[in-house]
């Protein structure tokens, strides 16, 4: 029996979760690149049907070809952990190590790519559908890193429209999220209380709004029509670069040097909350590994020292601007702060990412650690957004929450 930091850690989190949400736990410096998806090219939060296939990649910046493992819990609607047994949603076992892994080929920063598929021969199925945490440790039982993902059943129809704003002080500056909940499937018993719904916006968990009840309830049809409780600040199109090329300078790259690694360096942003709006497609705030001439970028894409910069005034003491993005699990911490250069007037951060197409914004942290994610991009309501609502429900006698329907919408059609 291994008693462990792992599994002291794993203690603390279900103790202290009674009372609060699961935290991720993020990486140190040696794990880049995790990129966590079902059926999407880019990376993004999984919401995967119940029977389908997930993907967890990540390199490790060193080339010991070291052993990890990995750890699957359910967790309930509010991310409390379930009252389930292991046997009662996982076929197969847990705690297994991650078998499948390759070392980068030509590159001047030498890593190992991992790559750990759900399910695999030793975790045949997961069984019940809901919240899901899954932990990578190292072979001394130290977690390196957490995700969060969601299974679904397909037992509603869950119709999703956008629109602007019902507070007129707020009408171009927010986006509403309406949506009906249809069932042919289950026959809802007292809603108000065994319905839960989660709104999320472009993937991120940490704007997500939780726990709506139905306003209007016809038969087995639950409307949600709020005029405040469903609206999210709108913000604006993300700013990208890709550099799949990492010989010349690619969109949004101004020029490259080679030192130790390639470094990019990005043309200078500047703050849009005062500019006009610009319809610019993105992929809204996700990010998507690429590289020139290879058809195995997992491997044969190299790093490189991304140099962001944004050209602005300085802050306030006890105020900071972080680059933030899905490309580092929207982290506000050191790691992601900016630095101001007093000569040239700007704010710097040099990052070490994979090759790839990425979008990101900038975000201000107050010195009471409030953040305001649209600071500096602003909000307009025409912004492209994309959101889901997922469907939690827990019958009378059900010992855990099931996800019983997601629906999608994109405000790219919004209306009054």
């Given at each position: 029996m291994r008693i462990s930091v792992k599994h002291f850690l794993l203690f603390f989190l279900v103790?202290?979760?009674?009372?609060?949400?699961?935290?991720?736990?993020?990486?140190?410096?040696?794990?880049?690149?995790?990129?966590?998806?079902?059926?999407?090219?880019?990376?993004?939060?999984?919401?995967?049907?119940?029977?389908?296939?997930?993907?967890?990649?990540?390199?490790?910046?060193?080339?010991?070809?070291?052993?990890y493992y990995y750890e699957i819990k359910h967790y309930n609607f509010d991310w409390t952990p379930s009252v389930l047994m292991q046997s009662e949603y996982l076929k197969g076992f847990n705690e297994q190590r991650i078998r499948k892994w390759d070392n980068s080929f030509n590159t001047y920063q030498i890593y190992s790519h991992y790559t750990l598929t759900i399910p695999n021969e030793q975790t045949r199925a997961l069984t019940k559908s809901g919240n899901y945490l899954i932990t990578i440790y190292n072979e001394d039982d130290e977690i390196e890193f957490t995700r969060k993902f969601m299974i679904y059943e397909d037992l509603v129809d869950v119709g999703v429209s956008i629109k602007r704003s019902r507070d007129v002080s707020e009408i171009n500056s927010r986006q509403s999220v309406d949506?009906?909940?249809?069932?042919?499937?289950?026959?809802?018993?007292?809603?108000?209380?065994?319905?839960?719904?989660?709104?999320?916006?472009?993937?991120?968990?940490?704007?997500?709004?939780?726990?709506?009840?139905?306003?209007?309830?016809?038969?087995?049809?639950?409307?949600?029509?709020?005029?405040?409780?469903?609206?999210?600040?709108?913000?604006?199109?993300?700013?990208?670069?890709?550099?799949?090329?990492?010989?010349?300078?690619?969109?949004?790259?101004?020029?490259?040097?080679?030192?130790?690694?390639?470094?990019?360096?990005?043309?200078?942003?500047?703050?849009?909350?005062?500019?006009?709006?610009?319809?610019?497609p993105d992929i809204n705030g996700n990010f998507l590994i690429t590289a020139l001439d290879t058809e195995t970028p997992e491997t044969h894409a190299d790093y490189a020292k991304v140099h962001f910069s944004l050209q602005t005034n300085e802050l306030l003491d006890g105020e900071s601007i972080h680059v933030y993005g899905n490309f580092n699990n929207y982290i506000v911490d050191e790691s992601t702060q900016m630095t101001y250069n007093e000569e040239a007037q700007i704010y710097e951060l040099p990052l070490i990412?994979?090759?790839?197409?990425?979008?990101?914004?900038?975000?201000?942290?107050?010195?009471?650690?409030?953040?305001?994610?649209?600071?500096?991009?602003?909000?307009?309501?025409?912004?492209?957004?994309?959101?889901?609502?997922?469907?939690?429900?827990?019958?009378?006698?059900?010992?855990?929450?099931?996800?019983?329907?997601?629906?999608?919408?994109?405000?790219?059609n919004i209306t009054n």
């Open positions: 103790s202290s979760s009674l009372f609060s949400q699961v935290e991720e736990i993020n990486p140190s410096e040696e794990i880049k690149t995790i990129t966590f998806k079902g059926d999407t090219p880019e990376s993004q939060l999984p919401v995967l049907k119940l029977g389908e296939y997930l993907i967890l990649e990540f390199d490790v910046l060193n080339g010991y070809e070291d052993d949506f009906v909940i249809n069932s042919n499937k289950i026959q809802f018993t007292n809603p108000k209380q065994t319905i839960k719904t989660v709104i999320v916006q472009n993937n991120n968990l940490n704007t997500a709004i939780t726990n709506l009840k139905p306003q209007y309830i016809l038969g087995n049809e639950l409307q949600y029509r709020y005029t405040k409780a469903s609206s999210f600040f709108a913000g604006n199109e993300y700013n990208y670069f890709e550099n799949k090329d990492l010989r010349g300078a690619n969109t949004g790259v101004q020029f490259i040097r080679l030192k130790d690694l390639y470094n990019s360096y990005l043309y200078f942003d500047v703050p849009r909350n005062n500019q006009p709006y610009t319809y610019n990412l994979k090759q790839g197409f990425y979008s990101y914004k900038y975000i201000v942290k107050d010195k009471n650690g409030v953040i305001d994610e649209n600071a500096i991009s602003g909000n307009f309501h025409q912004t492209e957004n994309n959101y889901k609502v997922l469907v939690y429900y827990r019958g009378l006698g059900t010992r855990y929450d099931r996800i019983i329907g997601i629906g999608e919408g994109n405000s790219v």
